[in-house]
């Protein structure tokens, strides 16, 4: 705590084994950040891939620049410590878990680092617990990802994309071949999505292999029982608190996203699913029907304010 935890120098196994060939490849496109979805999504992944027979390498890819490696240090130190579950290599930039090799890769190109929702994001990490005083900026002894280029390219078993990559050249996916599934969480126009940039990346990746959407009307029906949560030994108690928080996040608050980042079809689509998410949890808890419920003067006046702050004409 106070800092994300230093790798331990001289790992239990050189870079070079980290590309060893095994039998199953999957690339992950994730943005770990403060609201510990993809890190909950990565935890379960790879604990299902250790108890399969067949040794697997995952290539993960970080979306958001070395910040998302200094979270992935801070969050699960512990894992990462002497004796933990998590055994990195002698280069910092790939670790094991079971039978399972992860490759560590930054996503080029993305300039995020410098935008408001990174400055927000390393607000939170500090509020968190992570007091690193140079958020975003190498230091000697952090785990760190490769040049994504360097990626070896051949027979991939599954790419999954859980974040947005419009400033990545979709001749990137040309050099991977026999991928079974790409697997989207989202759909065209959303967040993970972003339209114009991509056409062209699901163009590459209709050309590598089948494409399937894991639409929100799926995702959103996976529910965590409290007692599940509460009770993980493999979530720490920071993705447990996050998870919580986003849940409130989730039933009382709308989705604040600047004009420049957001189209007028992404706000709304949002909104849309939020609000159904919202009648369903209404209806799980108080078994009645939200639509009865009367709102109070300060709730009609917070929507109008919302309303007023996100319609303005320079969003898309």
Known sequence: PGGPAKAVAG???????????????IIVFA????????????????????????????ELVLTDGHICFQWLQFIFAEKFSLGGDWELADDFKSFQAGKVVVNMYVCNGTNREKSTQAAGVVRKMKSSGFSHS??????????AGRDLNDMPGGRVNAIVMTAAIPDLDSAFFARFENVK???????????????????????????????????????????????????SEDWTDTMKRSVW??????????PEIPAQAGAWGLLLRLNVANAQTCRDWYNDVLKADVKKAKPTQALNDAVDAYVARSSGDDRA
């Open 11 to 25: 790992g239990g196994f050189s870079a070079a084994e980290a590309y060893a060939t095994v039998n199953k490849r």
């Open 31 to 58: 943005d770990l950040r403060t609201d510990c979805d993809s890190e909950v999504g990565l935890v379960w992944l790879l604990a299902t891939l250790d108890r399969r027979q067949d040794p697997t390498t995952v």
């Open 134 to 143: 140079t958020a975003g900026v190498y230091a000697e002894g952090d785990i």
């Open 181 to 231: 599934c790409t697997f989207v969480v989202g759909t065209p126009g959303g967040v993970n999505c972003p339209l114009p940039a991509w056409k062209g990346t699901l163009a590459a990746l209709h050309r590598a292999g089948p494409v399937l959407y894991l639409t929100p009307q799926l995702t959103r029906e996976v529910r965590f029982p409290k007692s599940y949560v509460t009770s």
């Open 245 to 254: 928080d986003q849940v409130l996040t989730q039933m009382a608050r709308r």
